[in-house]
């Protein structure tokens, strides 16, 4: 069971880094602000997501499973937020 | 070299490379967000150094409230409108700069490097002050801090009050009383109302729950303020709220409760419990708790008002 829960962990992290890594790498190489905003959210979303997916089973109690959960929501909605408003800023820029 | 030995090197180069883009950034507002980068990975380095109280304290801190209190007073100075090439200091100006800074950090690294080792230190007493009866708190750091160098700990809330004093007698004499200026435009972004509507009201209760659960763990009232307090910035800026008149009576009762509650109880422990800021044992843990509620409040005012700036009246220079 153990073994199961590791692997489960192992591959969500792994997915969760690559998300990151692309995301990062979008962000410096991207020519335009907008297409780095999206890469930038795929690694908020995506990539916390599935770490914190990956940190779920390891977490003993509920409440602490919970927490996880929150943040990962807490960290999706100021992070789509904040690329809504800067997407904002950029649009009144261009005018 | 463990893995965990070379992602502290890392960490610590990255706090480096961080700290040498804010000095030599060209753009002021890039500046101040590398600043803001900065506090972050502090907090991680507090993380490693296994002190999570003061990681909480400089993410909320050095990171956040910094962060905004900084961009505000650059917004104010016109970010843009400052050519800090044209303000280049002459050769010897920067030689003499620089030769002071290394002659600082030369001594500071000598002073350090000829510590005695084990290094002084009075955190065992503390620790066993802390812990000793009276205290009745879970979270030596919080035990430290409000029972046994209460009194630090009270004028450090003074200190934050004089602040906002300071920035308040900076505005124009025909603003006197007034509002501070508005943090955001008239009509805000959609996307910034829910933003504000959704996630103050979260903030706010982790906020509470990081003051409530510093008694027992990692958290307590300087932290739990500092969120409420940027819960309340949010607001302000989503315009869901405007911010007071700073001749509110409510206002200025909210910013010296704090000090006032932990000075009240501070006086009443020398005549009940035989010394100044003693705590009766029987109820060391309620009294301590309903100081840092009091706290909490006064600095999550404070923060708030340090940020908003002096009053502001249209017209008024």
Not at chain 1, 17 to 39: E, I, K, W
Not at chain 2, 41 to 62: H, K, N, S
Not at chain 2, 126 to 142: D, E, H, R, W, Y
Not at chain 2, 167 to 173: K, L, P, Q, R, T
């Amino acid at each position: 069971m153990s073994t199961a829960i590791d692997a489960f962990t192992i591959v969500c992290v792994a997915a969760g880094v690559f998300f990151y890594v692309a995301g990062t790498v979008g962000l410096l190489r991207f020519p335009d602000s907008p297409s780095r905003l999206h890469a930038l959210t795929k690694a908020d979303n995506l990539g916390l997501g599935l770490v914190a997916l990956g940190l779920l089973p390891r977490e003993p109690s509920v409440l602490g499973a919970l927490k996880i959960v929150v943040i990962w929501a807490l960290v999706m909605l100021s992070g789509a937020s904040t690329a809504q408003l800067i997407g904002r800023v950029l649009r009144r820029g261009r005018r | 070299m463990s893995i965990q030995t070379f992602l502290d090197i890392a960490l610590a180069l990255l706090v480096i490379g961080v700290a040498v883009w804010t000095i030599v950034a060209r753009d002021l507002f890039v500046a101040v967000v590398a600043y803001a980068v900065y506090g972050l990975f502090l907090a991680l380095v507090w993380i490693r150094m296994y002190a999570p109280d003061v990681a909480l304290t400089e993410a909320a801190v050095g990171g956040g409230v910094t962060g905004v209190l900084l961009v505000a007073a650059g917004k104010r100075l016109d970010m843009s409108a400052i050519d800090i090439d044209r303000q280049k200091p002459s050769t010897t100006l920067a030689i003499l700069a620089a030769g002071c800074s290394i002659l600082f950090a030369g001594v500071l690294m000598i002073v350090i490097l000829s510590l005695p080792a084990p290094a002084p230190t009075l955190a065992p007493q503390a620790a066993a002050a802390a812990s000793g009866p009276g205290a009745g708190l879970g979270n030596p750091i919080t035990a430290v801090l409000m029972s046994y160098r209460s009194f630090d700990t009270m004028l450090e809330k003074v200190v934050l009050i004089l602040a906002v004093v300071g920035v308040w007698s900076v505005g124009a004499d025909q603003a006197w009383g007034a509002a501070p200026a508005p943090f955001g435009p008239d009509r805000p972004y959609d996307a910034l109302v829910f933003l504000a509507k959704a996630l103050a009201p979260v903030g706010a209760i982790i906020g509470f729950h990081i003051f409530w659960t510093g008694a027992d763990a990692p958290g307590g009232a300087f932290q739990g303020g500092a969120l409420l307090a940027a819960m309340w910035m949010v607001a302000l800026m989503a315009r869901l709220i405007e911010l007071p008149r700073i001749d509110a009576r409510w206002l200025r009762l909210a910013l010296v409760a704090g000090p006032a509650v932990f000075l009240a109880v501070g006086i009443a422990g020398a005549m009940l419990a035989g010394s100044f800021f003693a705590y009766p044992s029987a109820f060391a843990k309620p009294l301590i708790l309903s100081i840092e509620a009091f706290m909490v409040l006064s600095i999550a005012v404070a923060l708030t008002m340090l940020v908003a700036g002096p009053p502001y009246r249209k017209g008024a220079p």
